[in-house]
């Protein structure tokens, strides 16, 4: 990326690690919370990286940044989480350059997701750019391509039907939910976590089991008192769990802690209890599973259910691909530009000086001089003198390199470029 002039890092990286190679347990070793988050940026600050962006869900974990080279950003999150380097080369991947422009618009317009079109994935981009730019890591090229791949995403949503029918992780449990247990409406149901996935889940299950006996308990009970009051639920405080989960014949668990909050030791019980993780890390133990009355599953399988909406889905892929190519074509004939800012600036630069000597020039020799008429037509002739530049730098790519450098050499651009 030294080409284009827009970082003082060598090139654009990708870093990362998905759901198509690491497993849940793999990928709770990497998994960032908010803190994680802040700490792995003011690091990536002092080490003077100038535009970098992290994103970590349940499905993946992704630095996007300039680097030198792409240890930098692996040693930032191996640092900032519980992977290690060795762990982390076997299931990871690493994007450069155009190839991980590629991968950003791929993963931001859902097509990389778990679950075919799911867009959750797009607003975390916005809110981990959000981030950066607060803290000053954030520069043009960054914005402008968190930017288009908005733009794609909108565009895939709005002109195709690749989101169309309920289909997600929360969806997904409740499913399976009603796939697996008889009589849904009569059963328990206990719901430990009210984040997006947990808030997702309880109204999902409110309008597909009209079950009247679901239960909230959230660390910070006012968290879920207030999706309580929206469906009519009842809540119980943390301290309650236990005694809760006794009485219950479904948990579902999302709280996003960085370790189990769910154990064998919390469970005493003897009717059958089906228990649904959908955090990543996994907040469940698999110690549970040694209960004989006890299912445990795991988001990932629950993700991996396919059905007609997921079918139909994927008819509206190469639709949703002629879209990006469109959108990311835009983004890469911008970034070629890029190439020649520094001597379009450069000559406009050099323009203005031969102009301003040429009018001073004028001025001590012609009477009654207007200045005012000549800075007017001389400043419209350098727009037009730089216009037909910039045109033909952007129309002739493959001689762009040529052109850039007889124009230095004409105009002697050499200083001006320092």
């Known amino acids: 990326m030294e080409d284009y002039h827009v970082s003082s890092g060598k090139h654009f990286y990708t870093i990362g690690l998905s759901y198509k190679k690491a497993d849940a347990e793999i990928r709770g070793h990497f998994s960032l919370d908010e803190e994680g988050k802040a700490r792995l940026l003011a690091q990536a600050k002092t080490e003077g990286i100038d535009a970098i962006l992290v994103t970590s869900t349940c499905n993946r974990t992704e630095i996007y940044g300039f680097a030198q080279h792409p240890f930098q950003l692996i040693k930032l999150l191996c640092e900032h ?34 679950i075919l079109g799911d867009f959750e994935i797009i607003s975390q981009l916005k809110t981990a750019f959000i981030r950066s730019k607060n803290l000053g890591l954030a520069n043009a090229f960054l914005e402008r391509l968190v930017n288009a791949v908005i733009q794609a995403s909108k565009r895939i949503k709005n002109e195709t039907e690749i989101s169309s029918g309920a ?17 849904v409406s009569e ?57 809760e989960i006794r009485n219950s014949d479904i948990l579902i668990v999302a709280t996003g802690a960085q370790n189990p909050t769910i154990s064998k030791e919390l469970i005493y019980t003897n009717k059958d209890l089906l228990i649904l993780d959908l955090s990543i890390p996994k907040n469940v133990s698999e110690d549970v599973t040694l209960l004989d009355n006890v299912k445990l599953v795991h988001l990932d399988q629950l993700s991996q259910m396919t059905d007609e909406t997921l079918q139909k889905r994927r008819q509206f892929i190469p639709q949703a691909e002629i879209i990006i190519q469109e959108v990311e074509s835009d983004f890469n004939s911008w970034l070629e530009t890029r190439k020649f800012a520094p001597t379009i600036k450069a000559l406009k630069k050099k323009l203005k000086g031969m102009k301003d000597a040429e009018l001073d020039f004028q001025r001590k020799k012609i009477e009654d001089f207007n200045d005012q008429h000549a800075e007017i037509v001389s400043n419209r002739i350098i727009q037009k003198i730089m216009k037909h530049f910039a045109n033909h730098l952007k129309g002739d790519s493959e001689t762009t390199d040529e052109s850039l450098e007889l124009i230095q050499k004409v105009f002697q651009l050499e200083e001006y470029q320092k």
């Open 81 to 114: 989480t519980h992977g290690t380097v060795e762990e982390f080369e076997k299931v990871a991947y690493v994007h450069k350059n155009k190839s991980a422009i590629s991968h950003m618009f791929r993963v931001g317009t859902g097509l990389d997701s778990q």
């Open 187 to 243: 059963k328990n149901i206990l719901l430990f976590g009210t984040g997006k996935i947990g808030r997702n889940t309880c109204e999902n299950l409110v309008k597909h089991t009209r079950n009247e006996h679901i239960t909230l308990i959230n660390r910070t009970k006012d968290k879920a008192e207030k999706i309580a009051g929206k469906f009519n639920l009842i809540v119980k405080d943390y301290a309650d769990l236990q005694a």
């Open 167 to 183: 289909t997600s992780v929360s969806f997904a449990s409740v499913q399976y939910i009603l796939n697996s247990i008889e009589n």
